[in-house]
């Protein structure tokens, strides 16, 4: 069994991804108080890991052109002197530099091709989701000897807010005009392609009905989805923010939200992780089914296509438009059921349970 002590933890991947291994620092931690606890990850997602007392260095992978630069990292590692690496997910560029940095014990799977790279390896298949990403993350640690059952009761994020952030978020929904006393949905209704998403024609429906109750929606994204944004202005109730925020800010914005709304999707997992109510929407794909990638907390509803089909691929359930198949009537239904809606004068007022 091994004891780490200089330990590198390695995620490079996307939002989501780093959010859900996140909690793996805390079991190592606690198990092993003294072991240092380096996490490696892109510069784009550094933001979700600042401020975890769980970690104690930070290191970004360096790259030109999306691309991870062997030798330059083979050298940051070095310098490191790690004893022991765990790679999260891996690719073979990651694993090589893992085993061309000389580090003694590397942890990661051992049912691909280039497995060899790992001397100590956990035998699973994650595309079978037979359990949720983030149990496959903390399941690495059985080399530790850690492999005591928990449940979501029991992980931390510790994702932070920083007051820059804070503050740049406070003035454009000021100069938005949102409404600060009205409860706050957030619709963010891209995915970056990481699953068959809910038609913009669904979403559009659901805000004409949430643009009902007596709220503020703030419609998110990145630059690239404004566009699928604009469309769901329904009135000038809804606010299109898409583009306006970086990684950090976005989070100051999640968390002064009541109801995040989306499809599987890295935010979603920030808005789980910082215990907002999050309704999500998921394809029957098991490689992408919210067996594996839905929300990791119990403050959730989630949704999937009413259609009776099995061993569901992706071709197919565009094929069939399965996500069409989603009642937004419950949706919204159950969204209002978070609120009590008193009626006062044929006015309606949402106020948050």
Known sequence: MITPKNLLIVRTDRIGDVVLSLPVVQFVKKHFPDCKITFLL??????????????DELLVLKE???????????????EKKFDTSI??????????IMYLSAIRNRVGTGYRWYSLLFNQKVYEHRKTAERHELEYNIR????????????????????????????????????NKIDNSKPVIIVHPGSGGSAVDLPVASFKELINLLSTLDVQIVLTGDRRERAICEELQVNSSVKNLAGEFNLGELISLIKRAD????????????????????????????????????????NKSIYVP??????????????????????????????????KLPETNGEINAKKV
């Open 42 to 55: 892109r510069e784009y997602t550094k933001r979700l890991a600042l401020n975890n007392p769980y970690i």
């Open 64 to 78: 030109k052109d999306g691309k991870p630069l062997l030798w330059d990292n083979i050298k940051q590692l070095k």
């Open 87 to 96: 790679v999260v997910y891996p690719t073979f560029i990651i694993s090589l």
């Open 140 to 175: 690495l640690l059985q080399v530790f000897g850690i492999d005591n059952p928990f449940n979501n009761t029991d992980v931390e994020f510790h994702l932070s807010e920083d007051e820059v952030s804070s503050l740049s978020v406070e003035k454009v929904l000021r100069e």
């Open 259 to 298: 109801i995040f709304v989306s499809n599987s999707t890295g935010p979603l997992h920030i808005a789980a992780a910082l215990n907002k109510h999050v309704v999500a929407f998921f394809p029957k794909i098991l490689a992408c089914s919210s067996k594996r990638w839905g929300p990791y907390t119990e």
């Open 306 to 339: 009413q259609i009776d089909c099995s061993n569901c691929t992706r071709e197919q359930c565009e094929s069939l438009n399965c996500m069409n198949s989603i009642n937004i009537d419950e949706v919204f239904a159950n969204i209002k059921k978070y609120f």
